[in-house]
Nanobody, 116 residues
Framework: VRLVESGGGLVQAGGSLRLSCKASGMITSVFNPNGWGWYSQAPGKQRELVAS???????NYADSVKGRFTISRDNARKMVYLQMNNLKPEDTAVYYC????????WGQGTQVTVSS
């Protein structure tokens, strides 16, 4: 299984990005029961969970992104998404997706850079 993140980029504060993550090589019967999360790692800081989804309607967010980020999943396509709105410079980080428990090997992540 390989996690492939995409969609990052350079945006101005207040802008939006939509991140995508594909669980390549994972069969649906394994993908579907898992909870999934988006994690951010800013320079010099530890990786932290910013959003999670355990079912189509059961989502949780870090306080820092609540009301601005939306996580979703497409079980048929084995994809996890993160819609990021009203981005702030402090959101600058590399973003990764992974399961919530028993992490898979981390992907390369996708860089999000927000300029002020």
């Amino acid at each position: 299984v390989r996690l492939v993140e995409s969609g990052g980029g350079l945006v101005q504060a207040g802008g939006s990005l939509r991140l995508s993550c594909k669980a390549s090589g994972m069969i649906t019967s394994v993908f579907n029961p898992n909870g999934w999360g988006w994690y951010s790692q800013a320079p010099g800081k530890q990786r932290e969970l910013v959003a999670s989804v355990t079912s189509p309607s059961n989502t949780n967010y870090a306080d820092s992104v609540k009301g601005r980020f939306t996580i979703s999943r497409d079980n048929a396509r084995k994809m996890v998404y993160l819609q990021m709105n009203n981005l702030k410079p402090e959101d600058t980080a590399v973003y990764y997706c992974n399961t919530l428990k028993e992490h898979l090997d981390w992907g390369q992540g996708t860089q999000v850079t927000v300029s002020s």
